[in-house]
């Protein structure tokens, strides 16, 4: 699987539609919770509109088994069938393209909710029983409108970059909506701890309730603990619109080589997922809107021996 849909999914057009739902379902309050209340910015399709925090998934339909009238009142059940977790979606959309490998797509919240990263395994079951009944009811001839573009190929990621395997989704507690803000940046930091210590400061809730979204281990394994779609508590004051990525180490610490490797190519994942420029990955001390007082020491000398944004860019420059 894989995740799509919201304002932040660059794999689908600005003027992209759905399968299965039109305009005239964003004033059906069976649908409408579907939808954000208005259109991104730069978008007029109905992909980009979907609440990425809903549940919601594609599947490459056949039509001749499961009409489009049957899917759209129809509720599945999804399921991790890796951890057991399950949730209840609703389907919106034919996709994802066949050139992926994947046979579903999910809503970013829905695969949160599961404790699924791309290329995991999801389970989908969707039965006649479920559906939902709908009483027809006689409506205008609409007028007639511009019709969204709808790939006849279905939707999918058009990141040349495959997002590096996710050891473990360890959902923190302390994380918050973006609010629509664009993701634009990213920030790395220095957890000045072992990863136990870092895994476990953001579990807890009653504490400096920190967070990031991406952990970095010193053997190259990647912990996620925050979804993309939602705002991480790691650079004060440069939360809203930025991805947040720790490396264990010390303060005095250089990355070890798969580390780096690992490091390297998620950011490269996340640029071109995220349509972010490379002049905007910024060490911890060093990002735009950074307003601690004192300011920090992080990244320390994990990207080179001076603490310094130069450090950070040179390093990006060799290695991303």
Same mark, same amino acid.
């Given at each position: ?5 919201g ?19 964003l ?53 991790? &069938? ?25 809503? &970013? ?26 009483? &027809? ?8 409108a ?16 495959a ?11 302390n ?53 993309d ?73 994990l ?18």
């Amino acid at each position: 699987m894989s995740t799509f849909g919201g304002p932040h999914d660059s794999g689908m057009s600005p003027d992209e539609g759905l399968a299965l739902f039109s305009n005239a379902d964003l004033k059906d309050p069976r649908y409408s919770y579907l939808f954000l209340p208005a259109p991104p910015p730069g978008t007029s399709g109905l992909g980009r509109r979907l609440n990425p925090d809903q549940n919601y998934f594609a599947c490459r339909w056949n039509y001749a088994e499961t009409p489009k009238e049957f899917l759209r009142r129809a509720l599945a059940r999804a399921e991790n &069938p890796a951890n057991g977790r399950v949730a209840d979606a609703r389907p919106v959309d034919w996709g994802p393209n066949a050139s992926t490998g994947r046979v579903a797509d999910l809503s &970013p919240g829905l695969a949160a909710v599961l404790g699924l990263n791309t290329d995991d395994i999801v389970r989908i079951t969707i039965s006649a029983l479920r559906a939902i009944p709908v009483t &027809p009811t006689p409506t205008p001839k609409p007028t007639p409108a511009p019709t969204p573009t709808l790939r006849q190929d279905g939707h999918g990621s058009s990141n040349p970059n495959a997002k590096p395997a996710i050891k473990q989704f360890i959902q923190s507690p302390n994380h918050s909506s973006r609010n629509g803000a664009r993701i634009d940046k990213i920030v790395v930091h220095c957890t000045e701890a072992s990863l136990a210590g870092t895994l476990a400061e953001f579990q807890n809730p009653n504490g400096r309730q920190v967070s990031a979204h991406y952990v970095i281990d010193r053997n190259g394994d990647i912990y996620q603990m925050v979804s993309d779609s939602d705002r991480a508590n790691h650079c004060m004051g440069a939360n809203q619109d930025s991805i947040g990525i720790e490396h264990v180490g010390s303060d005095t610490d250089s990355l070890a080589a798969p580390q780096a490797a690992a490091s390297a190519s998620l950011i490269r994942w996340l640029l071109q997922q995220y349509q972010i420029p490379r002049t905007n990955i910024f060490g911890h001390d060093f990002t735009p809107g950074y307003c601690r007082p004192g300011g920090t020491s992080c990244p320390d000398r994990l990207f080179g021996p001076v603490h310094s944004q130069a450090t950070v860019a040179a390093w990006v420059q060799a290695n991303v």
